[in-house]
């Protein structure tokens, strides 16, 4: 089954402590993203990857960090967590370079930072 | 100014009306352009993606680009309850930066 997974699904933590949110997909797909998502606010885009080794910022990157190191896995890191990153985040992936064609979002990650 | 502005809604129809969710863009580089449905604790999913002016049809569902005017728009016809969801317009430039609207919420009514 094609699938995006993220892992954990809900975490609560403190400001500060250094946090990793893991993506994986199995479609072989080159183009990956990570999105926050805030009320009323729709989604907005944080880093995205055409590819391998092929990273770059979306509109709100800042205190964030991603790596590409594997075609299968984007994942998302807070180094220095803060209360305004507290929000709901979804990772994607597409077949094409640069278009959403047959895009798969995984389930959503439900941050808290306190 | 936004990049993408979508109409805020929410909006609430009787069953089997048609509907219509709009949203505007500014900057011209963007190529690609994505109607999303989100059901409420889930993750969004792709309904419509098009990447040319004119009409695209699936289903119910047609969605239409104009690229000379900056402006798209979604339209569900003979809308069901299962239609209630959030609506989020989204558009991207070849090097694939991704920009979305706040999203419109519907709910139809039986």
């Known amino acids: 089954e094609a699938q995006v997974t993220q892992n954990p699904r809900y975490l609560i933590t403190v400001t500060g402590k250094k946090l990793t949110v893991t993506c994986s997909q199995n479609?072989?797909?080159?183009?990956m993203s990570w999105y926050r998502q805030d009320p009323g606010l729709g989604l907005r885009q944080i880093y995205y990857?055409?590819?391998?080794?092929?990273?770059d910022k979306g509109d709100v990157p800042e205190g964030y960090k991603v790596s590409r190191k594997e075609k299968r896995n984007f994942p998302l890191i807070l180094e220095s967590p803060s209360p305004n990153q507290t929000s709901l985040y979804f990772c994607?992936?597409?077949?094409?370079?640069?278009?959403?064609?047959?895009?798969?979002f995984g389930p959503g990650t439900r941050l808290l930072v306190l | 100014q936004k990049e993408v502005e979508q109409d805020p809604g929410p909006l609430s129809v009787p069953e089997g009306a048609i509907v219509s969710l709009n949203c505007t863009y500014s900057n011209s580089a963007f190529q690609y352009f994505m109607w999303y449905r989100q059901y409420s604790r889930k993750g969004p999913e792709l309904l419509m993606y098009?990447?040319?002016?004119g009409n695209k049809e699936d289903g119910r569902f047609t969605a239409q680009v104009d690229k000379s005017s900056k402006y798209i728009s979604l339209f569900i016809r003979d809308s069901q309850p299962s239609d209630s969801a959030t609506y989020l317009c989204?558009?991207?430039?070849?090097?694939?930066?991704?920009?979305f609207g706040d999203g419109t919420t519907l709910t139809v009514k039986p």
């Open positions: 098009t990447y040319s002016s």
């Open positions: 479609m072989n797909h080159e183009y």
């Open positions: 990857s055409m590819n391998v080794e092929v990273t």
């Open positions: 989204a558009i991207n430039t070849n090097a694939g930066k991704s920009t």
């Open positions: 994607a992936s597409s077949i094409g370079q640069g278009t959403q064609e047959t895009q798969y």
